[in-house]
């Protein structure tokens, strides 16, 4: 049997909700973490239109990138779609999920489905957050390989692109044990001397409670000893879109009309051309006017985002081709990503991508 819980432990440990934005609401919005699943339905905005549809279909989660909900409901009263999706929703028994900022700040998160779609190699987070700790631990020699790998694999080890790094020195730990202890070595009331290993390991501050319950899980002492110390490096991994490489330079207008097909935009609105090709491309998913300033220091050639207001295409000044193929166009793919990791993890739960098209702007 799968529960919500089991599926909302996959898609968090990919995007930690402690990666949302203040103002955000993922998580699970209505429902049960206990509730049993049966198969799910992907979108990108929850609406009434996408309820029935999964009432109609017999799915019992609907997993969303935006929240249903960003502000307190204050009743249930049906006088607008959010109530009344919430009340069709708990009248049916369905759950509701969302995946938000917290899926925006991971560099395989929407903007990372993006750089995918456009071929993009050398990826890399274009405004990197997040802050690094070094996790110090302590423990008896024979048994540091394994601490040190729980850990590891708890996320642990991270530095750029390298993986299981670890500093590790070895010494003498020495401890007393006092009545109702039970040591796993020396013996009570007797001081005693260990040959101990001390490791290091950095973990970003969103890991560091699971990389610490792994620790807590396999250490063999009844009150093992760790710290933790926040270190100057800001996480390569985490933050708000990529930027990267085309596998070609490409004439800018061939790009366009390229970008235009593969999302299917009903327009794309520009600044002006000031590069006839394009190599180096910066994206974000969603409102990414914020990161203008961090695309042209990136030096790409063009940013494409949405939701970019009239004044910030001022801010090109001729060092960038600014391109909003607007918000929905830029995020529609992000319901692969839950696709990807359900069925990865899961190989026999249903899952269904939503038919209904949520986009609430047409083109004429």
């Given amino acids: 049997m799968t529960y919500v819980k089991d599926i909302t432990a996959l898609i968090e440990a990919f995007a930690p909700l402690s990666l949302q934005e203040d103002y955000d609401n993922a998580g699970l919005i209505c429902g049960d973490p206990g509730n049993e699943v049966s198969s799910a339905l992907l979108c990108t905005d929850i609406t009434e239109a996408v309820i029935d549809e999964a009432i109609a279909g017999h799915h019992n989660l609907i997993i969303s990138?935006?929240?249903?909900?960003?502000?307190?409901?204050?009743?249930?009263?049906?006088?607008?779609?959010?109530?009344?999706?919430?009340?069709?929703?708990?009248?049916n028994d369905l759950n509701l999920y969302a995946a938000h900022t917290n899926m925006d700040a991971v560099i395989k998160g929407v903007s990372g489905k993006?750089?995918?779609?456009?071929?993009?190699?050398?990826?890399?987070?274009?405004?990197?957050?997040g802050r690094l700790f070094s996790l110090t631990f302590f423990t008896p020699e024979k048994e540091a390989e394994k601490i040190r790998t729980a850990v590891l694999e708890a996320g642990g080890g991270h530095i750029g692109k390298y993986s299981h790094c670890s500093f590790n020195n070895r010494g003498l730990g020495t401890f007393l044990p006092q009545e109702g202890t039970h040591p796993y070595c020396g013996e009570k009331g007797h001081l005693h001397t260990e040959a101990e290993i001390r490791t290091e390991i950095t973990v970003p501050e969103y890991l560091l409670p699971s990389c610490i319950q792994a620790l807590k899980s396999v250490h063999p002492y009844e009150e093992p000893v760790w710290n933790t110390v926040c270190i100057d490096n800001v996480n390569p991994s985490t933050g708000f879109g990529i930027v990267g490489y085309l596998p070609e330079e490409t004439e800018t207008?061939?790009?366009?009309?390229?970008?235009?097909?593969?999302?299917?935009?009903?327009?794309?609105?520009?600044?002006?051309?000031?590069?006839?090709?394009?190599?180096?491309?910066?994206?974000?998913?969603?409102?990414?006017?914020?990161?203008?300033?961090?695309?042209?220091?990136s030096k790409a050639d063009i940013y494409i985002t949405g939701d970019i207001k009239y004044h910030d295409f001022f801010q090109a000044e001729n060092r960038i081709i600014l391109a909003d193929i607007g918000h929905y166009e830029s995020e529609q793919y992000t319901k692969e990503i839950f696709y990807e990791l359900l069925t990865k993890k899961i190989p026999k739960f249903a899952v269904q991508f939503s038919k209904v098209n949520t986009n609430p702007i047409n083109y004429l």
């Fill in 65 to 91: 990138h935006h929240p249903l909900t960003l502000q307190g409901v204050k009743n249930l009263v049906p006088d607008n779609y959010i109530k009344r999706c919430l009340l069709k929703a708990i009248r």
């Fill in 114 to 129: 993006m750089a995918e779609k456009l071929g993009l190699t050398d990826q890399t987070v274009l405004q990197t957050n």
């Fill in 253 to 297: 207008r061939v790009f366009l009309q390229q970008l235009k097909q593969l999302f299917g935009c009903g327009t794309i609105r520009h600044t002006g051309i000031c590069c006839p090709t394009v190599k180096k491309i910066a994206v974000c998913g969603g409102s990414g006017a914020f990161l203008i300033r961090h695309a042209i220091q």
